[in-house]
């Protein structure tokens, strides 16, 4: 890029007056990150596969329920929650009902890219949505149809998960709170272009007229602190309302991925998901365990790390422990890069505590953990308004596709809107958006 200043000065100058996160900066590319034609197409295709596995994972806990699966796949993926919640999500008017944004988060390694999990309540889909509207429109850029989604798809994908609602009510919790202004900036842009009504609401609404659509963007752990979430999921269960993502918890958490990698659900897998998507998912997902602390009996080792009992973790050198231990959902702290371990950068000590945290909290909490597989070396840059210069930042990339599940059934596609690039800094293990990471949005 020759001159890249007006780009950068351009993109600064259209930011919304109240920005998009609260308190959130991060650094500017006057370009859009490139995605190879070949990983890019990967990615068009990857939202079929991910709807079809999240309609496989449904069908696995229903019948895990019924006794025609095995008991401890729905044991799992209860454990900890709250009665009423458990029967909430097996209600028949929602046990069919599947989260209508999907979005994976990414890493770019030197043999591919690794999902490391599934968010089906997601930050960022107003910030994506502003990024590609604002770098398709920027002079001396290549046509907006190199901006992955072009300049609307994210606008247009968000309207389309809410069917023929006339008014669509986004409730965001007091916890989400930081994204309120990306939701904003999106209610606006989508009450200037269409004839739907969106409202952005607080966390005591509880009043949609019937035939209404509501956005939850709170996660199920938060209900408590959302006065009028219960009303909402008692309006969606007369089917009063169309509400997304529906209230079950079974999409919120991290140990599905356990369950794709489990021999005991092998059949299941191939027989719900094919062998081709089968194989495209075991390709891209590490290796994933649910750190259940039961005994295993004498013979039995835990496979591909050979351990006979969970603390034998504790005793794995540095070398060994490429390995991320996380929480797997329904807490506060199963999000925002919060509740994750990396092994490698642990003390044995620290380790120790974390991996005796897990297995003290399994019946409240789950912990799953995952194989790290370490996101390669990125060029990218940055234009420092200071210095009034170009800043080249090697760094390594999280992918944000975001699929919206448009139709009903299996009718139902999933459709890409757009990819968000957060690219942080190359000493960061952890990569998650924060005032030293670049955020673009991805081109072709």
Not at 94 to 100: A, F, I, S, T, V
Not at 211 to 227: H, I, K, Q, S, T
């Amino acid at each position: 890029m020759s001159n890249p200043e007006p780009n950068a000065h351009a993109i600064r100058a259209a930011l919304p007056p109240g920005g998009l996160f609260t308190d959130q900066h991060w650094r500017i590319s006057p370009a859009p990150f490139a995605l190879g034609p070949e990983l890019a197409k990967e990615l068009d295709s990857l939202g079929r596969v991910l709807l079809q596995f999240y309609r496989a994972v449904n069908l696995l806990y229903r019948r895990s329920v019924e006794g025609k699966q095995p008991e401890w796949v729905a044991r799992w993926l209860d454990q900890g929650k709250p009665a009423w919640l458990v029967e909430l999500q097996r209600h028949p008017a929602l046990k069919n009902e599947l989260p209508r944004v999907i979005r994976p988060d990414i890493l770019l390694t030197e043999n591919g890219f690794a999902i490391t999990e599934l968010d089906s309540v997601p930050g960022g889909i107003g910030l994506t949505s502003w990024l590609n509207r604002t770098y398709a429109a920027l002079n001396g850029q290549p046509p907006a149809g190199n901006v992955i989604g072009g300049a609307d798809g994210m606008l247009k994908g968000f309207a389309s998960i809410f069917g023929n609602a006339q008014q669509v009510h986004i409730v965001v919790s007091e916890e989400s709170g930081s994204y309120r202004p990306e939701m904003e900036w999106l209610a606006s842009q989508l009450n200037a272009a269409g004839q739907t009504a969106f409202n952005l609401q607080p966390s005591t609404f509880n009043s949609p007229a019937p035939g209404d659509a509501v956005y939850r963007f709170f996660e199920l752990f938060d209900v408590a602190n959302v006065p009028g979430a219960q009303r909402l999921f008692e309006l969606a269960t007369e089917k009063q309302i169309r509400l997304t993502p529906p209230p079950r918890p079974v999409f919120e958490e991290k140990l599905v991925f356990a369950l794709l990698w489990n021999r005991h659900l092998r059949d299941f897998w191939r027989q719900e998901l094919g062998e081709s998507f089968l194989s495209r998912l075991q390709k891209a997902v590490p290796y994933t365990w649910v750190v259940d602390p039961t005994p295993l009996p004498p013979h039995a080792a835990i496979p591909e790390l050979d351990l006979t009992d969970w603390r034998q973790l504790m005793a794995l050198s540095q070398r060994e422990r490429e390995l991320i231990l996380k929480v797997s959902g329904y807490s506060e702290e199963a999000w925002g890069a919060r509740g994750v371990y990396f092994g490698s950068d642990l003390s044995t000590a620290e380790w120790s505590v974390a991996v005796e945290k897990a297995l003290r909290e399994f019946d409240r909490t789950p912990y799953v953990l995952q194989r790290y597989h370490k996101p390669r070396l990125v060029e990218s840059s940055y234009f420092d308004f200071e210095r009034k210069q170009l800043v080249p930042m090697p760094g390594r990339v999280r992918l944000c596709p975001y699929y919206f599940v448009g139709g009903e059934g299996d009718a139902a596609r999933a459709n890409l809107g757009g990819v968000l690039a957060t690219i942080c800094p190359a000493d960061k293990k952890i990569i998650h958006g924060m005032k030293d990471a670049i955020l673009a949005p991805c081109a072709v």
